[in-house]
């Protein structure tokens, strides 16, 4: 059950329309989950610095069970996600960040209990 967030400071206006459905059915490819459990934020338009610019740039947090634990495994994600936000976002590399949290079941909670359980 990925979670994705992204943050930028690209005006609502200069996010693409729809870009939640497209980042959240390239995440289920990405991760090789289901695209049915993941679940996207997008937040336009916060104060932001990356490297410590205030121009356009975009975060991107990404939890999930099982599949961003490892050097390994992340760094091939996030080739896959740069491409995809790089396009979507006009942004250059240097403009975007990726922070990946490794989640275990017991800290996501759903239907009344947590995945553990289910």
């Known amino acids: 059950m990925p979670f ?3 943050d930028t400071n690209l005006s609502a206006g200069r996010v693409p329309t729809g870009l939640e459905k497209r980042l959240c059915a390239a995440t289920a490819e990405i991760l090789s989950k289901p695209e049915d459990r993941v ?6 338009g916060l104060a932001m610095a990356v490297n410590g610019s205030t121009e356009p740039c975009a975060q ?7 599949v961003v634990g490892t050097a390994e495994d992340n760094r091939g994600h996030s080739a896959r996600f740069f ?5 979507e976002l006009n942004l ?3 403009r975007i960040i990726i922070r990946f949290f490794p989640v275990e079941p017991w800290q996501i909670g759903k239907k ?5 359980f289910l």
Request: charge should be negative.
């Open 92 to 94: 250059g590399q240097d």
């Open 112 to 116: 009344g209990t947590v995945m553990t």
């Open 60 to 66: 991107l947090l990404i939890s999930s069970i099982g």
């Open 39 to 44: 679940n996207v934020t997008v937040r336009p």
């Open 83 to 87: 491409e995809f936000l790089t396009r």
């Open 4 to 6: 994705v967030e992204l």
